[in-house]
């Protein structure tokens, strides 16, 4: 090889080398530190390995946390629950790229199987149990139907996770509490034989990856890109699941917009 066609070889390496951008991913910590980090780093590895870029995690401790990083705009990519993708649109400007295709969220409020309780009025003035005050489908959701749609006054009490909730309302310590249908469905047979689904929310749709707008175009769509290549390669397909995003498919911020409509806001806590 002449000294010339070397130099452009090596020109073109370091052209390449510095298209590279380092970006930061931030993920609701709806699950405990550990399990985000198992499901979350072998993707973002695939996605580096396949855009050529860096995809780094940064963790937060809690919902409050969490918040308030994407509110001061601290990731580039973000996923995060349908209200969030909201509200981060009106403090950032986040836009929604990405959800599961084949997936709708809905709260479930439930009741133990030997409750008296027949209906939702049945419950006005009682106290139920809930995850958090933010929990979308499970607390957030749940609790703007039961005063918007049943017209009925409850008391909240917060217990930290569904599964506090559904332990409390199947011991009979509560009269009911709210959860969501895909942690439902994860109850061992023990629990989820003492209790029954009372009433499930409007449906929305899945948890969004949603970008900032500093992040340029090409970069966007290179991410957007690996990602759906991701969920197709049969030796890569599986990584996703645990998330759960089992097809992903493209989504913009209409996708999201119903909720601005359905009273959220007066229900939202600023943790």
Same mark, same amino acid.
């Given at each position: 090889m002449t000294l010339t066609r070397m130099m452009f070889v090596f020109g073109l390496f370091l052209c390449n080398a510095s298209a590279a951008e380092d970006f930061v991913i931030g993920v609701v910590p709806q699950f405990e530190a550990q399990r985000i980090n198992n499901?979350?780093?072998?993707?973002?590895e695939e996605l580096s390995r396949r855009t050529g870029n860096h995809f780094r995690l940064q963790g937060a401790a809690s919902i409050g946390e969490f918040e308030q990083a994407f509110a001061n705009g601290e990731y580039d990519f973000v996923y995060l629950?349908?209200?969030?993708?909201?509200?981060?649109?009106?403090?950032?400007?986040?836009?929604?790229i990405l959800n599961d295709g084949m997936t709708k969220l809905r709260g479930v409020l439930v009741i133990n199987k030997d409750s008296?309780?027949?209906?939702?009025?049945?419950?006005?003035?009682?106290?139920?149990?809930?995850? /958090?005050?933010?929990?979308?489908? $499970?607390?957030?959701? %749940?609790? #703007?139907?039961?005063?918007?749609?049943?017209?009925i006054q409850i008391k909240p009490v917060y217990?930290?996770?569904?599964? /506090?909730?559904?332990?409390?309302? $199947?011991?009979?310590? %509560?009269? #009911?509490?709210g959860g969501v249908m895909?942690?439902?469905?994860?109850?061992?047979?023990?629990?989820?034989n003492k209790i029954r689904i009372l009433y499930e929310t409007r449906e929305m749709?899945?948890?969004?990856?949603?970008?900032?707008?500093?992040?340029e175009q090409e970069h966007v769509n290179s991410f957007v890109k690996a990602f759906l290549e991701i969920s197709t390669d049969p030796?890569?397909?599986?990584l996703?699941?645990?998330i759960p995003m089992l097809k992903p498919a493209p989504t913009t911020l209409d996708a999201y917009l119903m909720l601005r409509d359905w009273g959220l806001r007066e229900f939202y806590v600023n943790e």
């Open positions: 499901t979350w780093n072998p993707v973002l629950n349908p209200w969030h993708a909201v509200i981060a649109n009106e403090t950032q400007g986040y836009q929604p008296s309780v027949n209906e939702v009025a049945d419950l006005d003035g009682m106290e139920i149990a809930f995850p /958090s005050p933010n929990a979308l489908g $499970a607390s957030l959701l %749940m609790r #703007a139907d039961l005063a918007q749609i049943f017209k217990v930290q996770t569904h599964s /506090s909730v559904y332990l409390n309302v $199947a011991l009979g310590t %509560m009269p #009911a509490g895909g942690t439902f469905n994860e109850l061992s047979d023990d629990v989820r749709n899945p948890h969004p990856v949603s970008v900032h707008p500093r992040v030796e890569t397909e599986k996703l699941s645990d």
